[in-house]
């Protein structure tokens, strides 16, 4: 990294950060950010991005480490308004708009203190400078819209300038330079949605330095000058992507790590898959997350659908769950067409079941194990005669669980609040697993789950494969995919590229 | 841009008030059906006059809560700081002289801090818990005043005829709503309260003291409530109940609601709820003077207020209610 | 103040906390007058204990899913009162009707609140109003006396010293009971309270069910409305006019906790232990019924507030 020193308005160094669970959320990381430049962050879930962020806007301090504003050193902001005296504002994946604010009013909320005259809002001069803002950044909307109103690209842009305010405001000098943080940005949008606000970016870049942090690579590699990357906290690379010449797949390897695909289980897998077709997706299409999908599913194979974030896989695995809608194509599930628009439980009546890796979305926090994991599999521990629930059985079942994925926990009555990460994410795939539906939905199953809890859940996955349940797979891992996955679609812009084996797949990893 | 001729500028106006507040259209079809129906009871005079008592009543209690509802919560706590207030005015009678009204105000600002301190730190949800200092309340009153209804006198010159035809609860009243639709269009206290009711994650998340602000609700509103309580009390002869009517406690909600300001908060506020009041106030008189039921009106009231819930509930962006 | 204490006490406070509260109340109202338990002290809290039990459970059925029902006293009253009214035209027909009535009104509670997304409370708000309406409507606020021998014998046989409104009691406490722990249906009830949207990815119709529990909670109205009016033998539109917040307190002191999941109606036989027990020490005290309604609400307050389960972070308005 070597920059002037004149360049870099925000520089940290030697950054460190431990929570009391987690070693090394962020393991001596610097980073530097220049003027008139786009950085990039990348990285797994849990490889520190948000703990970096945070630390850079002022949510909390780190351990030790070093931050250098202009060439000078200073102490760590202690909150975002600090932050802002540093240079440094963020922009939020979400919840960051106000709905039924206008333009104008959220654009200035926070700062309503600098306009008072008579102790009432000087609503005309704040008008006038919300106007020259806009025209700066050449956002085009009316500043008496109401938020709720504009597109959520234009938002996006909207929460942009307000972030670039903020910085500009603590300073009361327009022509500062801001770095500001994207969290996320492109997330909620659509693939056309993106392009605009990525030129309009691209357009800000001279008086704003950017900060983005994300996983869609392809993004990163399109719109960045440099790139960071990180795993497990450490920042493992640095490409210059004006200089070197950097692939998908050096990042993938980088943000994955080669050596973990040694460490990781390898068993027998024998690709068991029968003729019968349980799932028929039909041109599949939604209006800006995916389109015209198609592939069949068998009894017991796995397939996976891979691509990076942002590619429409979530919106496919959350369609076919019943929590998304479809507009166009067909959907037949165990020869029978399911309307576009139904809820997850007429879906899992139909034998679909939906695991997704985010614990508490499904678990029952304030429950037992029990209950946690009887709750999908009521019918099996009613009692013969009189339908009531058999304790007993329930009991059982939940042990038989515990055991299987070698669940860490003192009891099966244990509320599952007290449960580490991990272990909550073992009981909500037990559970499916006991359940056993037709077809199984995971999403991100093994997300920040250690690479021996992974061993149990993988050796579990294999065995329900060979019972006949059919799945289908998302996840960030290429890892997995080759694991478990028979076939795999790759996605791109929501759109299926290619289609191949899962061994074809193994081998192109393992080059 | 061509400045539209005279002629168009008028029904444009009139077109944009109706967009942004379509209770309007319904006031308006009242008035004109009540007053085709009813044309020499509903257009004299008295009526009017009676619209404007009714009006002012309604008001003096919806205002409070429609500055509660507008960050999303509830605020059921009037009628109690009402009769409370009443009570304690006859109570305090001998030894504050004239002095002792100014307990009223004073009872409803203490009373909207703790309500707020307690919801928004102990986190209660707000109907349940203004509901039982509602409770509370009656419950002190009927015990000082020994259930009796107790008068107090002195302090009729607040609502000394002036205007005739024209209630002087009513003047006093403009000045209370204009400092209401004051503070929520032209302060920063308004803007974050709406910034609170529309995404209070995100208005934190922007630096807003959210806590400090969903206190400040409660204590204005309560402040509001005290004052309205002022006025309220002596247009009604200077005495307070000592029972609590469910009338009384729902049908400024229906002022509220129907004035278009939705129950999950983040728009509208005192500006609409004078329409609303208004709106209902018509209906409920113009039913009155039909030869309907009396108890009907109360069937009428509920079935409005559904209603009207209904309709705003529909714009409420997937948000996961009690 | 509540985080000094130890964690296994703070874990199991809201079973042991009712358990407390109730031998608590029962020892100082003993202290006060070591005669309060004598057998007229008994019927009088059997009765004053039995038809507000039966409300109980079925509004602790709605709280522990999340919700809340308004409704449950206007939906008592009216009851009551189609009862009285009806008796000498329909007979014992009376009671069909009414808890058809009730039921009915309960589906529409849920209906608008499922189905068109109303905030249970202003729903069950609007449909108070509505009931009260018709009430006053029907009963034109006049005093009705039920003289029917056959209705009043539901409530008023005594069996075993005790008065069979008593025994309907408890058999609803132990249905509602049995229908909380051990069918799928209370199972499902919990998870909405607990996690609707998880429920909802585990296979519950959530929309239904919320239906299902509103018409429950309408039905157990209707029949604690019969059988108050088999017990007094008269009644006006005055009936439960303080009745609610009572009520809910009964429910969150047994330990249900407003923000669903937890609790049950098993809880709510404590609740109304100590609510009953503390209405009729305050009487016997010669404590008015303003004191009364003002003990109430600081109980509802105060234990609305220490059941909340603070875990779960969500935005509470």
Known sequence: MVMAIDDTIVEIKNVSKTFNGVVHALDNVSIAIGKNEIIGVVGENGAGKSTLMKILVGVYPPDNGEWYYKGTKVPFPKNPKEAAKRGISIVYQEKGVIPCLKVYQFLF????????????????????YAREILEEFHVKCNIENFMYELPLSTQKMIEIAKAILNVRL??????????????????????????????????????????????????????????????????VAHYDLSKDKITEEDFFRAIVGKESLERIYKPEIKRVASEEVVLIVKNLTKNGSYYDISFELHRGECIGIFGPAG?????????????????????????????????????????????????????????????????VNIKKILRKFIRVINFNAEKQMAEKIVQKLRIKTPGVNTDCYSLSGG????????????????????????????????????????????RGISMILISDDPKEYSLLCDKIIFIKHGKIQKVISGEKFK????K | MKIPNKKKLIPSIII???????????????????????????????????????????????????????????????????????????????TLGIFSILVIPLLGLATGFIVGVIQAKAKMPSFILTLSVLVIYCGLTGTISGGISRSVRGYEFITARLIPYIPTAFLWTIPIIIAAV??????????????????????????????????????????FSGIGSVIYFQHQGGSVPVVLNLNTMVWPLVAIVLGGTPLTGGSGGPQRTILGALTFTVLCRGLTLSFLDPTMIQLITGLLLIASIIASSRGSKGVTIL | MVRLLPEWFRKNMSTIGPIVAAIAVVGV??????????????????????YFLIAACGLTFVIMMGSFDFSVVSLLKLSALICVLYIDKLGLLVIPLALSICVGFGFINGLLFAKLKVPSFMATLGVSVVVEGIALYLSKGFLHIMNDRTFRALSVTFVADLPSIFYWAIGVWIICTFIAIWTPFGRRIYAIGGNPIGAMLSGINVESNRIYVFMLSGFFAGLAGILYMAQFGGGSIEIGADMTIPLFASVVAGGTALTGGVGGPQRTLLGVIIITWIQAGLLMLGVGRSIQLVVFGLIAIVMGISTIDRRRIRIIK
């Not at chain 1, 994207?182 to 030129?199: M, Q």
């Not at chain 2, 085709?36 to 009871?41: H, R």
Request: a neutral charge.
């Open chain 2, 16 to 94: 944009q008030t109706i967009k942004i507040y379509p209770v309007t259209l319904f006031l308006f079809a009242l008035v004109v059906i009540f007053s085709s129906l009813y044309p020499e009871k509903f257009l004299n005079p008295l009526n009017l006059s009676t619209i404007l008592r009714q009006f002012v009543s309604l008001m003096l209690f919806a205002l409070g809560p429609s500055i509660v509802v507008v960050t999303g919560s509830l605020d059921l706590s009037y009628v109690g700081i009402w009769m409370l207030g009443g009570i304690l005015v006859w109570l305090l009678m001998p």
């Open chain 1, 507 to 510: 081998q192109e990893l393992e």
């Open chain 1, 170 to 235: 603590e300073h009361e000098d327009d022509n500062i330079t801001s770095v500001i943080i994207l969290d996320e940005p492109t997330a909620p949008l659509t693939i056309e949605e993106r392009r605009e606000l990525f030129s309009d970016i691209l357009n800000m870049k001279k008086n704003v330095s950017f900060v983005f942090v994300s996983h869609i690579i392809p993004e990163v590699m399109e719109f960045t000058d440099r790139v960071h990357v990180l795993r497990d906290g450490k920042m």
């Open chain 1, 311 to 375: 590619s429409g896989k979530s919106e496919i695995i959350n369609t076919i769950a019943g929590l998304i809608s479809f507009e166009n194509g067909a959907l037949i599930i165990k020869g029978q067409e399911a309307k576009p628009k139904e809820s997850p439980h007429v879906r899992l009546a139909r034998g679909i079941g939906y695991f997704s890796g985010e614990t508490g979305k499904e678990l029952f926090l304030n429950w037992p194990i029990t209950k946690n994991i009887s709750i």
């Open chain 2, 182 to 223: 004051f503070i929520m269009k032209y302060t920063k206290i308004g803007i974050y309260l709406y910034a609170i009711g529309s995404n209070e994650e995100g208005a934190r998340l922007a630096g807003i003291n959210v806590d400090k602000y969903k206190i400040l609700a409660f204590t204005i509103s309560g402040l």
């Open chain 1, 109 to 128: 909320l926070g700062h309503e203190d600098k306009y008072i005259k008579y102790s009432r809002l000087d609503i005309d001069k704040i008008k006038k």
């Open chain 1, 423 to 466: 272990s909550k994410q073992k009981v909500s795939v037990g559970k499916w697993f006991e359940r056993s539906p037709d077809i199984l939905l995971l999403e991100d199953p093994t997300i920040g789950i250690d690479v021996g809890a992974r061993k149990d859940i993988y050796e579990n996955t294999l065995e329900i494969k060979k």
């Open chain 3, 29 to 50: 109202f003993q202290m006060i007058n070591p005669l309060f338990l004598r057998y007229q002290g008994i019927i009088t809290l059997v009765y004053a204990m039995s």
